[in-house]
């Protein structure tokens, strides 16, 4: 190490803290070992549990007859200033070939003309519904129904913050399963068939989530996808391995043991009365779907009721991701402060009683690899470098923990493409494959380190209290997956994959 | 200063992770490649064959005259996959003219050795072989009517059905008890497919040695395809119930005029979702005078218990939107005033849960 640099880092860092620094690498190194092995056994649980699923799942060419034995479904579709978005969104929803279903919007104050648009799109007037407040939300001013399209209705309260409004929804709806979409998601026209359908093989479950994808670099036509693809940048291309590694492992894995702790908030079925019983969405927090999640966890467990919470590797919902580095930043800052929040209120759950593996396993997992993570992260990374510049580790010492570190990344990334392949395998071309890769490898030069600060700096805005009260959350969105004329037809994944290998 | 992570040892242990976890990395993304490569040469062979049989298959319902030969290897997949396609768009009729043309490229041996394969080949030599009705296949389809995959021995129950009903009745029904894993909307397309009868018959058969329990599960697909013969048990059912499930599930079958006196006595029930089931089976098969013994369920403490009588009211005989206005006069509870408006609402606009 040069002694310039040595002479500036001793300069500015007083020896005991280097020192301190130094000593602090057994921590360190034991995170580092823990994480990625508890993430390549969940990486490997996942698989067993995506072969299983997929052997059946690929045998489902099944005597028709499901259909009216598939219970009805209500859609909560909450939305707030969403006037240019919310009404292709319903024609999206009113597409799907679920055979029962209805769909609630709920107008939560917006300024804009998003009651208007929807009042003109579907015909909708006021009707004096006898709505019942199970759930407390701010008030609702008038509910709104449709004689032309009779699934469509909606909620027009004052605002009060997206689990607000979901709550009013669930006041509102009148099926006993309800699924929560965002107004900006795209789904498919069987995404509710198939994060439904745990519902109907296994009567203890009580939550369902599905797989998000990332939308950019898709085609979508009349509201449907129609050509699955890569995007274009570096920034959402990172996070579509990210996706993957999140939702195929990180989910899939804890699902067998029904230790999910989160099903996103973007897409998800929940059973109605269970969801009542525990109070509904908590609108003080900006993690109200993991929140949400952890609450029925410790709900039925206390109550000793045998249930499940689970999770399918289906691709049910695509959403665009960030496209600049700003609202990245924002919206990790916002899931971090969210994760803070939900683990800190429910730590009854951590090592209880009837905790179960989630209690005991999952939720503790949680709070050392995703709470403290990003602060044992970048506390790892300053004292590397200050280490290394200081001489104190040599290096080639530096840079052989450095291969091994990207080694590892790489292999938990290239882990959940071979998830991928083995289940939908929707990005079809070779190319695609190599340029997934690519970015496996790149990641671990800049996007992994940007993101764990992100976080590192969301865990310190929760600490010290600076957070204002949750809001929606909003991200810039470039919208360049979407086609605005109206030709072609909805596509089964499979078939985006097809279409897209072909592009 | 001694710090601990330079020791040889663990850097030795760090050099070697680095090198296999890199090693492993490309290897892996190898895999992925060359699966990816072989699997898009399989799909495109499967695609090609599908489309000459899809295109054979089209003339011979045409009734041309069709030159066949026996299926190559490596066709038998997408043979299999456009004779099952082709199949689903046909009535029963249709599908015995593509019976010859399954025997020539010997369709049966072809998905005999398809059983042997993954569960999707497995399923779908299954159910092409039911399609063919061929009486030889039915001791090698029976075993698969005991798969521990659903899917598979649900695929099994539908082409044992198509070769021979009667014997393949007499093995799915009395299974239906004990699988729990069957989904009911399976079974019943399945019974609902028969038409010899014997669906109903040993249904009928299953329900007399039933328990009460049972009787409720079976009831259910009695009613979709028999509801002459289901009646009775319902019947039975309710007049002496063993529970407020039976009793639910009971009160949503139940199409007879002659049980209203029956159903009426569910009204009271302390039950909430029974007083609901009670009030819109009146609704089906009430008359007039039903209306007074459901108006004081307009001011039930449950919603769904107001919302289903007044509906059941609006569509009673005699009963309509002048009616229900006079009934909602009379009422002094808000609750009930509020759900008929609710409900001429919806009725006016044509909506309803």
Known sequence: MNAAAHAVVAGLLPAAWVQVLASMQWVFMIYFVAINLGYLILNYISAIQIVRYMREYRASYLPPGLREYQPPVSIVLPAHNEEKTVVASVRSLLRTRYPEFEIVVVNDGSTDGTREALIEAFGLVKVPEAYRARLQTKSVEAVYASARCPRVRMVDKVQGGKSDAINAGVNCVRYPLFCVVDADCILQPDSISRVVRPFLEDRRVVASGGVLRVLNGCKVETGMLTKVGLPNRWLPSYQVVEYLRAFLFGRMGWSPMNALLIISGAFGVFYKERVIAIGGYRDDTVGEDMDLVIRLHRQMREEKRDSRIVFVPDPVCWTEVPTDLRSLRHQRVRWQRGLAESLWSNLGLMFNRRGGVAGWVAFPFMLVFEFFGPIIEVVGYFAMIVLALTGLVPLYSFLIFLAAAIGLGILLSVNAMVLEELS????????????????????????????????????????????????????????????GRAAGGAVLPEEAAERSSHA | MDVSVNGPMLLVAAYWVAVLTLALGFGVLAIIVILRVHAQGRDRRDERARQHWLQVMREVLAGHEVQTRRLDRGEASGFIEAWNATHDTLTEDESKRLQPLGRSVGLVDAARGMLRGNYHDCAMAIIAMGHQRDHGVFDDLAPFLNDRSPIVSLCAAQALGQVDPPRAMAMFVPMILEREDWMPGNVAGILARNTDGSAALELDNSLLRASTSSMVKLVRFLADIDPGRAAAVIRQLLVSPIDDHAVSVCLQLVSDKQDAPLVADFLESPRWHVRMHAAAALGRIGDAADSQRLEPLLKDKVWWVRYRTAQALLVLPGMGEEAMRGLQLRQSDAFGRDIIDQVLSEHAMGVAA
Request: hydrophobic content about 40%; some cysteine; overall charge positive.
């Open chain 1, 424 to 483: 939908f395998g929707l990005y079809a071309r070779p190319v695609q494959q190599l340029r997934m890769f690519l970015v496996a490898v790149l990641e671990n030069f800049g996007y992994r380190q940007l993101n764990s600060c992100w976080r590192f700096y969301g865990t310190l805005l929760w600490l010290f209290g600076l957070r204002k009260r949750p809001r929606w959350g909003r991200i810039k969105r470039d919208g360049s997956w979407h086609q």
